[in-house]
T-cell receptor
Framework: AQSVTQLDSQVPVFEEAPVELRCNYS??????LFWYVQYPNQGLQLLLK??????LVKGINGFEAEFNKSQTSFHLRKPSVHISDTAEYFC???????????FGTGTKLQVIP | EAQVTQNPRYLITVTGKKLTVTCSQN?????MSWYRQDPGLGLRQIYY???????DKGDVPEGYKVSRKEKRNFPLILESPSPNQTSLYFC????????????FGNGTRLTVT
C-alpha cells in the first residue's frame, strides 16, 4: 500500500521569507508525485509534478520540489513567499500499477505581512 | 473553458433524504473520481471511474453510489445520508489515471442534520 505523510499541519512564515513544506511517501513501487494548492473556497490546482527524469521540478508561482528517492521525500520550496501564497498545500502520490491517488493531510501555509 | 462543474455548491439536508451531487467535465477525460475533504484527514477517495460503465471503490465508499453512463458525467448519490457524511466533496477528472494531473471542481459543501 502507498501512503503520504505531511508532518506539518500549519506553517506560518513572514512575507518574503523562504519556505519548505515537507512531504514523505511510502510505496513499494516507483511513483508519480504531485503537489496541489487549494485557495479558500476553491478546488485544488496542480502546482507541479514529478513523473521521471530530473529530480528538481519547477512549478507555477515560483514553487519547486525535489524528489529524493533514498529519503522517499518530495519537499516543496519557495525562496520568497508572497501574501497570495496563503493557502493549503497537498502532496499526492500514485504508485505504478495503482488505480488511485493518495493525498496527504495537507499543510496550511500562512504568510504573515 | 476547460472545467469540472459540480452542483450544488452548498447543500443542507436531513438524515435519510436521498440526494445527488452532479459532476460534469468538458475535457473528454476518461478518468473521474470523487473525494471528501475533512479537517485533519486531507482528501479521501470515495469512488473512481476509469471510463464509461467502469467504476470502482476508493478508500471510503460506504454510504455512497456512483454511475458513469456518459463520459462527461459522474454523479455522486447518497441514498440515505447520515450526519457523518457532512463534509466538503470534490469531483475530479484527468485524461487517464497515473501520469495525468487531476482537474478539480470547486466543491460541494454538504451538511446533513
Amino acid at each position: 500500500a502507498q501512503s503520504v505523510t505531511q508532518l506539518d499541519s500549519q506553517v506560518p512564515v513572514f512575507e518574503e521569507a523562504p519556505v519548505e513544506l515537507r512531504c514523505n511517501y511510502s510505496s513499494s513501487v516507483s511513483v508519480y508525485l504531485f503537489w496541489y494548492v487549494q485557495y479558500p473556497n476553491q478546488g485544488l490546482q496542480l502546482l507541479l509534478k514529478y513523473l521521471s527524469g530530473s529530480t528538481l521540478v519547477k512549478g507555477i508561482n515560483g514553487f519547486e520540489a525535489e524528489f529524493n528517492k533514498s529519503q522517499t521525500s518530495f519537499h516543496l520550496r519557495k525562496p520568497s513567499v508572497h501574501i497570495s501564497d496563503t493557502a493549503e498545500y497537498f502532496c499526492a502520490v500514485i504508485g505504478g500499477g495503482y488505480q488511485k491517488v493518495t493525498f496527504g493531510t495537507g499543510t496550511k501555509l500562512q504568510v504573515i505581512p | 473553458e476547460a472545467q469540472v462543474t459540480q452542483n450544488p455548491r452548498y447543500l443542507i439536508t436531513v438524515t435519510g433524504k436521498k440526494l445527488t451531487v452532479t459532476c460534469s467535465q468538458n475535457m473528454n477525460h476518461e478518468y473521474m473520481s470523487w473525494y471528501r475533504q475533512d479537517p485533519g484527514l486531507g482528501l479521501r477517495q470515495i469512488y473512481y471511474s476509469m471510463n464509461v460503465e467502469v467504476t470502482d471503490k476508493g478508500d471510503v465508499p460506504e454510504g455512497y453510489k456512483v454511475s458513469r453512463k456518459e463520459k462527461r458525467n459522474f454523479p455522486l448519490i447518497l441514498e440515505s445520508p447520515s450526519p457523518n457524511q457532512t463534509s466538503l466533496y470534490f469531483c475530479a477528472s484527468s485524461l487517464s489515471q497515473g501520469r495525468s494531473p487531476l482537474h478539480f471542481g470547486n466543491g460541494t459543501r454538504l451538511t446533513v442534520t
